[in-house]
Nanobody, 126 residues
């Protein structure tokens, strides 16, 4: 069973950058889909970015396309989320999640993911 540890959140001014990291232990990311979700106060958990360990394909929510980039490092067993040109509306708790049985047509459904890291707070000031 994989355990996930998210890190890298913080406070940044609008227009700035942050890099989040999700480290796996107990298992590797082999054949998993790894995702970053976020949840702002009073809002539902929202899928932000996804990467497949099977073929390296990635996908992004429209709200972050062109600004965020997800990447994996198999040697380190980590998946990072590089966030550039941050906006106040990006403020949320960010979670990494993973599962090996993802239906790709529903990749943004958090209920598909069995493994979650603890959240890391990202705050973007205006």
């Amino acid at each position: 069973e994989v355990q996930l540890q998210a890190s890298g959140g913080g406070l940044v001014q609008a227009g700035g950058s942050l890099r989040l990291s999700c480290a796996a232990s107990g298992s590797t990311f082999d054949d998993y889909v790894i995702a970053w979700f976020r949840q702002a106060p009073g809002k539902e958990r929202e899928g932000v970015a996804y990467i497949s360990d099977i073929d390296g394909s990635t996908d992004y929510a429209d709200s972050v396309k062109g600004r965020f980039s997800i990447s994996g490092d198999n040697a380190k067993n980590t998946v990072d989320l590089q966030m550039n040109t941050l906006k106040p509306e990006d403020t949320a708790v960010y979670y990494c999640a993973a599962d090996s049985q993802i239906i790709l047509s529903s990749i943004s459904n958090p209920n598909q993911y069995d493994y979650w890291g603890q959240g890391t707070q990202v705050t973007v000031s205006s």
